[in-house]
């Protein structure tokens, strides 16, 4: 089966289903890990405060330096890396909503199943490479959506989660059915296999504030992967994604 697992940035798929694609790799399946925004390798503009740490002097510099960690990730989990040249959103670029989907839409082509961010959507480039698909999709692959860690299990999202659980209403109109999720399996093997990915990501981490190697508790805010499947109304086509309702 060929399996593709769509992520907004280089690290959030990982984070997010790390252990299950290396479980699915182990299963046999091919599975290919696509970044949307993963940057555009010719800008020369500055860096963003993110990435000031790095020490990189251009954009393009972190770019490449990113799309080194996650290829490393990618070895050791036997998934395939592709990066599409588009910034994220804090670098303020007009966005063609055509461009990128003709771009993503090339790379879902052959797909059994797809994976795309699906909780709790807090972040706009998320909320954007999910709605895009959700609009766009024309083939008959299965699609699945995905708890995104470490957003999912902050204090804020587990409330939200507790009260209205994990529905998310500007993409209610977007599916077919209520969504159910459930937990993935993974193997101590798995989940190690998904540490030493991240760890990976140096300059993530550190920005995120963590440490590598990764602490006991940061490895247990990444355990539990969630997934849920979805049907998709072909709602006719847009020029953008519709605007966020909450």
């Given amino acids: 089966m060929n399996i593709v697992v769509v992520s907004p940035?280089?690290?959030?798929?990982?984070?997010?289903l790390g252990a299950t694609m290396n479980r699915w790799v182990r299963e046999g399946h091919s599975v290919k890990l696509v970044t949307v925004f993963a940057g555009n390798p010719d800008n020369d503009g500055p860096p963003l405060s993110w990435d000031a740490p790095r020490g990189t002097r251009t954009a393009g510099e972190v770019v490449a330096a990113r799309c080194a960690e996650d290829a490393a990730a990618a070895r050791v989990l036997g998934v395939e890396a592709t990066w599409l040249p588009f910034d994220e959103a804090q670098h303020l670029v007009p966005r063609d909503p055509h461009a990128i989907w003709e771009a993503l839409g090339d790379q879902l082509v052959g797909a059994d199943r797809i994976y795309v961010p699906g909780w709790p959507l807090g972040h706009y480039d998320h909320w954007y490479a999910a709605m895009l698909?959700?609009?766009?999709?024309?083939?008959d692959a299965p699609l699945g959506l995905y708890c995104e860690l470490p957003y999912a299990v902050s204090p804020v999202a587990r409330a939200k989660s507790l009260l209205r659980g994990r529905s998310v209403p500007f993409v209610e109109p977007a599916v077919s059915h209520d969504l159910t999720w459930s937990t993935e399996r993974a193997s101590p093997a798995d989940r190690l296999s998904k540490i030493e990915a991240l760890e990976c990501y140096v300059g993530e981490v550190a920005a995120l504030g963590w440490t590598v190697p990764l602490s006991p508790s940061q490895r247990?805010?990444?355990r539990v992967e969630r997934t849920s499947e979805l049907l998709i109304r072909n709602a006719p086509?847009?020029?953008?994604p519709e605007s966020r309702q909450e």
């Fill in 9 to 16: 940035h280089l690290d959030d798929g990982v984070l997010s």
């Fill in 220 to 222: 247990r805010s990444l």
């Fill in 133 to 139: 698909t959700f609009q766009k999709l024309r083939i």
């Fill in 237 to 240: 086509d847009s020029e953008e």
